[in-house]
């Protein structure tokens, strides 16, 4: 059965990135993509979970990553980096080219067992971030939000931001993952509700997720 914990996360490469539909590589595995506002945590959250220092780009300037990141893990499983969205800098029709690409990907991709949408525990839900989730309940994406920077925050603190995007996004807390990409607090939390996406397309509840062999 597949699992991350049972597969060299640590090993990860680098495969290829993608600025056009054409240049996906083959659909031949499972794959989980990271999606969320520009300078999130995207990509430190992919570190993390690879334990990996620096595999993934990360930069102290949003809108770092603008192609469409693709990583492996032991030829299993695909890893995603997405661009952030929200960067006001980026010139609009690119804003708009870029959301094209990344919208034709998320719903055609027949592999994609799961996007992992990724918050700022620190900030209330926002717009786009409310965009995205409802998008893809909509197209019945299965899904998975994770908030992250909880080391920013104090235990209190960090239980009443979660009730706040709990409600936002309608979900209950087994429905999520508290993470930090700082201290890997959340990283076998994050291991394990991604390993049940894995094992079983349609895992969350809230998504009426499809089979990942079906055409969305
Ligand atoms: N304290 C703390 N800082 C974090 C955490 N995650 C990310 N950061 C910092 O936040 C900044 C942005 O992180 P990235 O991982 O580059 O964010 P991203 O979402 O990939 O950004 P873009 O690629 O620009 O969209 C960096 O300075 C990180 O060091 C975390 O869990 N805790
Ligand atoms: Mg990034």
Not at 38 to 54: A, D, E, Q, T, Y
Not at 96 to 104: F, L, N, P, R
């Amino acid at each position: 059965m597949l699992s991350l914990t049972s597969l060299d996360l640590s090993g990860a490469r680098f495969v290829k990135s993608v600025v056009a539909l054409s240049q996906l590589p083959p659909d031949d595995r499972p794959e989980i993509a990271f999606a969320g506002r520009s300078n999130v945590g995207k990509s430190s959250l992919m570190n993390r979970l690879l334990n990996r220092r620096s595999l993934v780009k990360v930069s102290a300037r949003p809108g770092k990553t603008q192609s469409l990141n693709f990583f492996a893990v032991e030829e299993a499983v695909y890893l995603v980096d997405l661009p952030g969205y929200g960067y006001a800098k980026v010139p609009h029709p690119l804003q708009q080219a870029w959301q094209s690409v990344i919208t034709g990907y998320l719903e055609s991709r027949a592999t994609l067992r799961c996007v992992v949408t990724i918050l700022d525990l620190r900030h209330p839900l926002k717009g786009q971030d409310r965009e995205l989730v409802g998008w893809l309940r909509a197209k019945g994406v299965s899904y998975l939000p994770v908030y992250t920077k909880m080391d920013k925050l104090s235990r209190n603190q960090q239980q009443k931001q979660a009730a706040l995007l709990d409600a936002g996004l309608n979900i209950g807390p087994a429905e999520r993952v508290l993470f930090s990409a700082k201290t890997g607090e959340g990283r076998e939390a994050l291991i394990t509700a991604l390993d049940r996406f894995l094992v079983c397309p349609g895992a969350n509840p809230s998504s009426g997720a499809s089979s990942p062999d079906s055409p969305r």
